[in-house]
């Protein structure tokens, strides 16, 4: 079975702090994304990773950045969190193409205080 | 505007009823994928079922089955006989080519369920 990992299942940070989020698959997937999941909003897409070093902005990148350089690995990163960055925290892994199905990890619930 | 509108925030049925989530798309790419996903409370999204924009017939998976009219730009999912174990949030997903070449999922609002006995 394919699996997501994700470092922590819950995180409290400070405001102003630097917040490092880990996501490890082990399917060798090309593809790697990052979404924020909010009450009423769904799943929003901050960064994907279609190859190691590769990434692309999805709907809501502000605030945030990522790292791929390993392809089991894709990292994202709060520069400087602030209060309006507490959220579940969503990664998923998926083969290219459009007939491919997302994996999860099962989120980091993240509160900024 | 949304690419994924799912207009139901929440849907009650009864147990062992059928009970339709609607799902809505838009997409100028001739060529995409449709998905629904299924997040009980324990958090974890469960992928339930999937159509491809070129598929002749609707998809089915055991009690699911997603009512796909290309002409209307509509992905329902059926579930078929609901049980109490049904009762979570259901995500519509569409997998379509980015400017980038590669194809990106987004999601709906989702639409909470809640089963009754």
């Not at chain 1, 090309?30 to 692309?56: A, C, H, T």
Request: hydrophobic share 30%.
């Amino acid at each position: 079975d394919v699996k997501v990992t994700q470092s922590s299942r819950y995180l409290v940070k400070r405001t102003g702090e630097k917040v490092f989020l880990e996501c490890v698959q082990d399917m060798d997937h090309e593809n790697m994304f990052w979404y924020r999941q909010d009450p009423g909003l769904g799943l929003r897409l901050i960064y994907f990773s279609y190859d190691v070093k590769m990434k692309e902005k999805g709907d809501i990148p502000e605030g945030y950045s990522v790292s791929r350089e390993k392809k089991e690995r894709f990292s994202l990163i709060l520069e400087s969190a602030s209060t309006n960055q507490t959220s579940m925290y969503l990664c998923a892994s998926s083969l290219s193409g459009e007939r491919e199905k997302l994996f999860f990890g099962s989120g980091t619930q993240l509160s900024v205080l | 505007a949304q690419k994924i509108t799912q207009t139901q925030p929440g849907m009650f049925v009864q147990e062992k009823e059928a009970v339709t989530l609607d799902c809505t798309y838009d997409t100028s790419d001739p060529s995409y994928g449709l998905f629904w996903y299924k997040q009980p409370s324990s958090g974890e999204m469960i992928f339930l079922i999937y159509q491809g924009s070129y598929d002749q017939q609707n998809a089915t998976e055991g009690r699911y089955s997603l009512n796909f009219q290309k002409a209307r730009k509509s992905a329902n999912l059926v579930i078929s006989a609901s049980q109490l174990g049904d009762s979570a949030m259901y995500f519509c997903a569409m997998r379509e080519k980015g400017s980038g070449g590669s194809y990106i999922p987004t999601f709906g609002r989702g639409t909470s369920l809640i089963v009754h006995p």
